[in-house]
């Protein structure tokens, strides 16, 4: 049986990693195998693409994400749920629907790059009000140049609220979750129930 691929979004400082640490943990203690990943991935290509916000900008970006996006499908994401395993990302299409876009590129050109990657079961996008994720921003410190710019937070929130529209017109499952007030636990025990409700609706 094939497994869900759950792929979770959101600002930078909204918690993504942690509540994705927290629903895989979960989906652990109800017997679900699963695989942990991220985006950009833990490979070479990935690394760089980490590593490379400073140095590469715009379309290369754009196209250096996507190549780590389609080699992340084939090397680890497709096998993992060929086994039948709950696959629980962090970050994927919606992450780069917005900071490709505040990057520069078209949205539509950022989709042409990702459309032929696989689309998931369940687009989990997280987000808050810009002043909550701008203060946890600040007590954590920014990871990449996207959260070093002026006022990133405002744009990364507005523009993650326009990619979750965008992904439900093409057909993308999204559950939308304002991660405000809510611990990481909360919002963790709220996708492990979506990812159950999908279970029983598809069976």
Not at 35 to 60: F, H, I, K, N, V
Not at 135 to 148: C, D, N, P, V
Request: with cysteine.
């Amino acid at each position: 049986m094939t497994g869900q691929f759950v792929t979770i979004d959101g600002p930078g400082g909204v918690g993504k990693s942690e509540v994705t640490r927290l629903v895989a943990d979960l989906l652990g203690e109800q017997g679900t195998a699963v695989c942990q990943t991220r985006e950009p991935s833990d490979t070479p290509l990935g690394r760089l693409a980490r590593a490379g916000t400073d140095e590469y900008r715009g379309m290369t970006m754009a196209c250096l994400i996507a190549a780590d996006r389609y080699a992340h499908l084939e090397q680890e994401i497709r096998p993992a749920l060929a086994q039948g395993a709950t696959v629980v990302c962090d970050r994927y299409i919606a992450s780069s629907l917005v900071l490709q876009v505040l990057d520069g590129v078209a949205r539509d050109v950022v989709w042409e790059l990702n459309r032929h990657a696989d689309t998931p079961d369940l687009a989990v996008i997280l987000n808050a009000h810009a002043n909550i994720v701008e203060k946890r921003l600040t007590e954590r410190g920014a990871h990449s140049r996207y959260e070093r710019e002026p006022g990133s937070s405002e744009r990364e929130c507005a523009y993650f609220r326009e990619a979750a529209r965008f992904l439900m017109a093409t057909g993308v499952p999204v559950l939308q979750i304002d991660a405000s007030n809510d611990t990481p636990d909360q919002i963790a025990r709220t996708i492990v129930a979506a990812i159950s409700d999908q279970q029983r609706s598809s069976s």
